[in-house]
Nanobody, 120 residues
């Protein structure tokens, strides 16, 4: 079983930056598809970024150009750098993993989430 633990959430002012981290255990993240999701109050969970085992990334238009997903395989850690934050980015951010590595199909593992709050 893969365990995922997020950290780095907090409160920032609009326009500011924040980085959240996800430390994985039980498997090397280099073999996995990894992703960040978020869920705001009253809204559905949405994907904010994915990175496959080859390092290919994608982003929805809502965060493209502002958020960057990356990983440090030596530290077995996934990161999400968030810049130019907006109040609508306020959500609980979740780290997730998919065992195939190609980002196809369902997500197998989830972290506990970390709260990000952006004030105006």
């Amino acid at each position: 079983q893969v365990q995922l633990v997020e950290s780095g959430g907090g409160s920032v002012q609009a326009g500011g930056s924040l980085s959240v981290s996800c430390v994985a255990s039980g498997s090397s993240i280099s073999s996995l598809c990894m992703g960040w999701f978020r869920q705001a109050p009253g809204k559905e969970r949405e994907v904010v970024s994915r990175i496959n085992k080859s390092g290919l990334t994608d982003y929805p238009n809502s965060v493209k150009g502002r958020f960057t997903i990356s990983r440090d395989n030596a530290k077995n850690t996934l990161y999400l750098q968030m810049n130019s934050l907006k109040p609508e980015d306020t959500a609980i951010y979740y780290c997730a993993a998919q065992g195939r590595g190609d980002c196809w199909g369902s997500w197998d593992y989830w972290g506990q989430g970390t709260q990000v709050t952006v004030s105006s």
